[in-house]
């Protein structure tokens, strides 16, 4: 569904407010609430399941929804807006590789809605890069792989994994000489060391893995195809940032026109009004990438790559304005632990940290315009 014609458009309305009215049901902010006096992590996954959302991408022969990215993006945003404990896009990118490479146990793990933890790692960007994994400021090469004589085994360690604590099969790419290749590995396999990581966001899951000769089955997958999933990855995590974006956008408008200060509401004040119109430009431009990812992703690769790119980055910049300002807009209020609008900073300050972050992002998608201009300059 490319999202561009009237009807495509009604479905995905449709889809919104299915999700939306489910999502409702639920107050994640009440409960990251609770999470973080308990030091705990959420989970709203038998929720996601009774909508379908784990499969939400597997074609429909394998009991999916069959969804595109347009659907996605729209599931992503709704989850995000309502603060859902829930990491889609690290389960969507390892199932989404199992399906490619035509797994025999694929129908088995969507019926029994498996989760999923994928460890995305980008493509080199300029000739003689290698492959990279890691979260921000800890770039870090591919684990390696080795044949053994009764079939694979992986060396390496993945930190910052989102999902990977509470998952059934960990999808991963390791170097297996200089190729990079998607391996497929059991968490409960010997070998494999899981670290649950709790940081200030309590509504994300993250894990350390440890690798140490672990055993590991390969899948056949082309590197356009592994390129794709970190595509893919980058223009989910940007989508989020509609979700958040969009709800921060609706929070300090309803407070900028309740709020009186010097005999009028602080919403005729400058000060505000530039900080909502901003918000609204950059979740507008965020909205613009996304839906340009949406139209590559069956188009050329390269296309596909920059503008999944620039989906992260400008799904990134507009999380950190609209975080930091909806906290602004609410005085000192909004800075307390009782108010909803902290929340939403700390999911943005801990997921802008994941696959290689949001600096990282912006370096790629440089290097990547740069790169498209060269090639198109009359020289």
Known sequence: MSG??????????????????????????????????????????????????????????????GFGPAEAIVCLEECARSLAPIC????????????????????????????????????????GEPWLQGAAGERAPLPKAARRNDGWSIDGTLRWVAGASRADALVLIALEGETPTAFRVSPGDPGVTLTSVVRFDHTTDLAHVRLGDAPATPLELAEDELARSWALHQAMLGAEGIGITRRCLEMSLAHARERYAFGRTIGS?????????????????????????????N?????????????????????????????????????????????????????????????????????????????TADV
Not at 5 to 15: K, R
Not at 20 to 27: G, K
Not at 88 to 98: A, E, N, T, V
Not at 341 to 366: D, K, M, N, S, W
Request: charged share 25%.
């Open 88 to 127: 889609l896009p690290s389960h969507w990118g390892g199932l989404r590789l199992l399906e490619a490479a035509g797994e025999p146990d694929l129908d088995q793990l969507v019926a029994d809605a498996a989760q999923l933890a994928f460890a995305p790692a980008r493509p080199p960007v300029i000739a």
């Open 4 to 65: 561009t014609t009237t009807e495509a458009g009604d479905l995905l309305a449709e889809l919104r407010a299915a999700i939306t009215a489910a999502m409702s049901r639920s107050d994640f902010v009440a409960s990251a609430r609770e999470d973080t006096d308990t030091g705990v992590v959420g989970s709203c996954w038998e929720l996601a399941r009774s909508l379908d959302l784990p499969a939400a991408l597997v074609a429909e022969q394998h009991g999916g929804l």
């Open 269 to 297: 004040f400058q000060a505000i009004k530039h900080r909502l119109v901003e918000m609204l430009r950059l979740v507008e431009m965020t909205e613009n990438c996304t839906t340009w990812f949406a139209d590559a992703w």
């Open 299 to 375: 188009e050329d690769l390269d296309d596909t790559m920059l503008a999944g790119v620039a989906a992260r980055v400008a799904g990134d910049r507009a999380q950190q304005h609209a975080t930091s300002s909806n906290i602004f807009v609410h005085g000192g209020m909004g800075a307390t632990w009782e108010h909803d609008a902290p929340y939403f900073y700390r999911r943005f300050q801990l997921r802008r940290l994941l696959a290689l972050g949001t600096e990282e992002a912006l370096v790629e998608l440089g290097a990547r315009v740069l790169d498209r201009s060269w090639e």
